[in-house]
T-cell receptor, first 115, second 114 residues
């Protein structure tokens, strides 16, 4: 069974549009961490945000915002006013005791922002 | 500190040959991880070290794969008798030992087995 599901394989938007990337996770643990990483064409995974299971406050960082809802096991990521430089593959990941505390990644969402 | 460094960036090898990759983590990070990423997929965990101790290995890590971190600093991942199915991006990451802390990734080594 997939532990982290990113149902959107690829999304294309025009610059300045807002875009939301979905992430649904599965764990039996009550304490866990969720992450978002960005993978540009250079290949290096860049850390964006970490959230623990006890903190459901939404977070905003510049054009990025994250919506964590335990009731629906979702941790969605929104980019406001997208830019061409946002084009990348975005991964959601889960770290939970039942999975040995290592990162379990979703399959990723390819985001293409066109000018 | 320039982050996690991996060498080589690309490796092409013939089936049946052995290959070795190196990872230099961020200097103050005790934990070092190896992941494998195939096209269109997220990274999959292979193994991790805390200092020089290898604490966990995935079932994905067949007996042809071996990893070491001899002095708790850099790590090597060796694949013996490579197969075409080993073609992938091999990613190294490091972190502090606290659970839930973010891991920092290198740029990866892309292996192509021909």
């Amino acid at each position: 069974a997939q532990k982290v599901t990113q149902a959107q394989t690829e999304i294309s938007v025009v610059e300045k549009e807002d875009v939301t990337l979905d992430c649904v996770y599965e764990t039996r643990d009550t304490t866990y961490y969720l992450f978002w990483y960005k993978q540009p064409p250079s290949g290096e995974l860049v850390f964006l945000i970490r959230r623990n299971s006890f903190d459901e406050q939404n977070e905003i960082s510049g054009r990025y915002s994250w919506n964590f809802q335990k009731s629906t096991s979702s941790f969605n990521f929104t980019i406001t006013a997208s830019q061409v430089v946002d084009s990348a593959v975005y991964f959601c990941a889960l770290s939970a005791v039942e999975y040995g505390n290592k990162l379990v990644f979703g399959a990723g969402t390819i985001l293409r922002v066109k000018s | 500190d320039t982050g996690v460094s991996q060498n080589p960036r690309h490796k092409i090898t013939k089936r049946g040959q052995n290959v070795t990759f190196r990872c230099d983590p961020i200097s103050e990070h005790n934990r070092l991880y190896w992941y494998r990423q195939t096209l269109g997929q997220g990274p999959e965990f292979l193994t991790y070290f805390q200092n020089e101790a290898q604490l966990e290995k995935s079932r994905l890590l067949s007996d042809r794969f071996s990893a070491e971190r001899p002095k708790g600093s850099f790590s090597t991942l060796e694949i013996q008798r490579t197969e075409q199915g080993d073609s992938a991006m091999y990613l190294c990451a490091s972190s502090l030992p606290t659970w839930g802390t973010e891991a920092f990734f290198g740029q990866g080594t892309r292996l192509t087995v021909v």
